[in-house]
């Protein structure tokens, strides 16, 4: 199957449901134990539903059953979807999924090695975009959460960082030296915080986003008597 048909069949398929490990016991906290343990982590670590109560008889054979997960769950899921790409599109590639810590949150960081940089990346890295919104969209849909997550094709996306960075610090030192501010050709929200956060210590400088969805842009601002950090 093409790449192309296959990612919209897979498109149709992002608000699909799986089914999440079940685990039982006599209280809630029985059942949460047992989770733990299976899944080596912590309570607050657990994502989970009570599925099914049973009271028993004067309180005899009591049951609770919930369903559960956790951040590597949400890991597997990401890696086998991709690769299921791959295999189905009869593309190479393999993937390799990294947990980090973003604040409270959890963060997915998705290195992909394959040939087929130019189908992948696209132009202006359009098509990278668009993949990391389907697989985003289908992971979220099914652990009915926000799942945050970067997929990098051959560091495609280290390189692009590094250029853009470049591009807004010699755009931000023009911004100081003329005072008049500038306005940045629109760009995805992680190119946008790379940047934020490089000229975010720039003497004179702050940086805000504006805008829409594709149409959101990054705006460079003189701000005099901003101190260097």
Do not use: W
């Not at 670590?45 to 005899?60: D, M, N, P, S």
């Not at 951040?71 to 599109?89: G, K, L, M, R």
């Not at 190479?92 to 960081?109: P, T």
């Amino acid at each position: 199957m093409a790449g192309r048909e296959f990612l919209k069949d897979k498109k149709k398929e992002a608000g699909m449901s799986m089914e999440f490990d079940r685990f039982t016991g006599k209280t809630l906290e029985e059942a949460l134990a047992a989770a733990c343990k299976k899944k080596k982590v912590t309570t607050d670590q657990l994502t989970y539903t009570v599925v099914e109560e049973k009271a028993g008889f004067l309180g005899i054979g009591r049951t609770v059953t919930i369903e559960a997960y956790a951040p590597a769950d949400i890991a597997v899921f990401i890696h086998d979807y991709i690769q299921e790409y791959f295999d189905n599109a009869d593309m190479d590639g393999m993937c390799e999924v990294l947990m980090e810590k973003d604040g409270d949150d959890d963060f997915y960081r998705v290195k992909v090695d394959t040939n087929c940089n130019a189908v992948m990346i696209g132009r202006q890295g359009r098509s990278l975009q668009d993949f990391n919104r389907l697989v985003r969209t289908a992971a979220s849909s099914v652990f009915k959460k926000h799942v945050r997550m970067m997929i990098d094709i051959n560091g495609y996306k280290e390189d692009r960082y590094e250029k853009i960075v470049r591009m807004a610090t010699r755009v931000a030192q023009d911004v100081r030296r003329t005072k008049v501010d500038a306005v940045l050709e629109p760009m995805p929200a992680d190119e946008r915080k790379a940047i934020h956060n490089a000229l975010a210590n720039m003497k004179d400088i702050t940086t805000k986003s504006e805008g829409e969805g594709v149409a959101r842009q990054l705006h460079i601002l003189y701000t005099p008597g901003k101190a260097s950090e």
